[in-house]
T-cell receptor
Framework: ETGVTQSPTHLIKTRGQQVTLRCSSQ?????VSWYQQALGQGPQFIFQ???????GRGNFPPRFSGLQFPNYSSELNVNALELDDSALYLC????????????FGPGTRLLVL | RKEVEQDPGPFNVPEGATVAFNCTYS??????FFWYRQDCRKEPKLLMS???SGNEDGRFTAQLNRASQYISLLIRDSKLSDSATYLC??????????????FGQGTILTVHP
């Protein structure tokens, strides 16, 4: 196991609602990245956090936002959910000096109806 | 054009076969390259890094050609347990996307008895 945990494992929401997904990084890892994986596609980079600051962002609208806490746990918030937001959301943690080694959590499956 | 493109597959091979996956990338500034493996409904896991000199890990051989921006993975003596989706991945060189992983869409491999 990678030591990265995510909650919840599954979630069903309706269009327009808001959702918060949580990630607990592997011990000592101070960088966390979030990815969205639609069915049949590879994961897509949403954003990365380092020392509680956003440190890079992919091509996602502002309604996707995040937080990183002093203990390096993290949240992904999505407002005004759309049907296309249905996907597997993955977080990955790494050490700042070792970005090539990212450990993925098991993901949260979000279904938007 | 996608930044990382893979053979769409799926590949369906008998046990003991040799199978090769190809991948191309468009961002010449990409610094590092990897192959990840993803089992059904699970998170991606690092299979191996890819170097210009080529690298081998047991039955798996990966190769990078920076001039043609081409990456390959060769699996020899396929096992049933090799059945999974194989993801070709690049990592950005730095700046605001430091540590960002860019995934291909993945190639499904099924090894049958």
């Amino acid at each position: 196991e990678t030591g990265v945990t995510q909650s919840p494992t599954h979630l069903i929401k309706t269009r327009g609602q808001q959702v918060t997904l949580r990630c607990s990084s592997q011990s000592g890892h101070n960088t966390v990245s979030w990815y969205q994986q639609a069915l049949g596609q590879g994961p897509q980079f949403i954003f990365q956090y380092y020392r509680e600051e956003e440190n890079g962002r992919g091509n996602f609208p502002p309604r996707f936002s995040g937080l990183q806490f002093p203990n390096y746990s993290s949240e992904l918030n999505v407002n005004a959910l759309e049907l296309d937001d249905s996907a597997l959301y993955l977080c990955a943690s790494s050490l700042a000096g070792r970005p090539e080694t990212q450990y993925f959590g098991p993901g949260t499956r979000l279904l938007v109806l | 054009r996608k930044e990382v493109e893979q053979d769409p597959g799926p590949f369906n091979v008998p046990e003991g076969a040799t199978v090769a996956f190809n991948c191309t990338y468009s961002n010449s500034a990409s610094q590092s390259f990897f192959w990840y493996r993803q089992d059904c409904r699970k998170e991606p896991k690092l299979l191996m890094s890819v170097y210009s000199s080529g690298n081998e890990d047991g039955r798996f051989t990966a190769q990078l050609n920076r001039a043609s921006q081409y990456i390959s993975l060769l699996i020899r003596d396929s096992k049933l347990s090799d059945s999974a989706t194989y993801l070709c991945v690049s990592r950005d060189a730095g700046g605001t996307s430091y540590g960002k992983l860019t995934f291909g869409q993945g190639t499904i491999l099924t090894v049958h008895p």
